[in-house]
């Protein structure tokens, strides 16, 4: 079954780097993303990388994708009290073109401390 | 501002009760879709839609409704036969890559 799997919980220091990490079953995803999500709000897409790609780079976040394990991961840089929120990766399990399924994990909630 | 709303942010309702969600988005997107979200778990998917009187069910769509009248609206009922109602429901959009989330409206069934 389609099943994507990520860890519970970060605690990070602010300034330094937070590595968010992700497995996914789908081996024919084409696009995979990263979402944010702040207490009592909706999801805010953050990045996504195509399937086809390796790394994609945008300000202070990383996304790196390791098509051989099916692990993806999101590096934050210097890590902000702002970017506390829970974060969720999600694959494309079917894209009809005009419309998209996507699988999301669980979530990890990352929380910064001073 | 473009964007997509949904309302009311907080409901509560009696056991038994249909209940209606609204979304609205006015980004000129072609699908939309409803995903429940409950403490702890990722985003579970209801209905989907990709054009206006089209729609599919999701993973969960056992005991909830929609309807897709104009591009702009996809309401979601959540009827007496949804076991379990109480839950963050989640609309979003999409039009080519990713989809986009409006802040969602908490159901409180009592």
């Known amino acids: 079954g389609e099943d994507v799997e990520q860890s519970l919980f970060l605690s990070v220091r602010e300034g330094d780097s937070s590595v968010i990490n992700c497995t996914y079953t789908?081996?024919?995803?084409?696009?995979l993303y990263w979402y944010k999500q702040e207490p009592g709000a909706g999801l805010q897409l953050l990045t996504y990388?195509?399937?086809?790609?390796d790394m994609k780079q945008d300000q202070r976040l990383t996304v790196l994708l390791n098509k051989k394990d099916k692990h993806l991961s999101l590096r934050i840089a210097d890590t902000q009290t702002g970017d506390s929120a829970i974060y969720f990766c999600?694959?494309?399990?079917?894209?009809?073109?005009?419309?998209?399924?996507?699988?999301f994990g669980t979530g990890t909630r990352l929380q910064v401390t001073l | 501002d473009g964007g997509i709303t949904q309302s009311p942010k907080y409901l509560f309702r009696k056991e038994g009760q249909n209940v209606t969600l609204s979304c609205e988005q006015n980004?000129?997107?072609?699908?939309m879709y409803w995903y429940r979200q409950d403490p702890g778990q990722g985003l579970r998917l209801i209905y989907y839609?990709?054009?206006?009187?089209?729609?599919q069910k999701g993973d969960i769509a056992e005991g909830y409704s929609v309807s897709r009248e104009k591009k702009e609206s996809f309401p979601l009922t959540v009827t007496s036969a949804q076991k379990n109602p109480t839950a963050f429901y989640l609309c979003?959009?999409?039009?080519?890559?990713?989809?986009?989330f409006g802040p969602g409206t908490r159901l409180t069934v009592l």
């Open positions: 999600a694959e494309t399990v079917l894209n009809t073109g005009t419309a998209s399924k996507l699988t």
């Open positions: 979003a959009s999409s039009i080519g890559t990713g989809q986009y």
């Open positions: 839609s990709q054009i206006v009187n089209d729609f």
């Open positions: 789908d081996s024919s995803s084409t696009y």
């Open positions: 990388i195509f399937s086809n790609m």
């Open positions: 980004l000129n997107h072609d699908a």
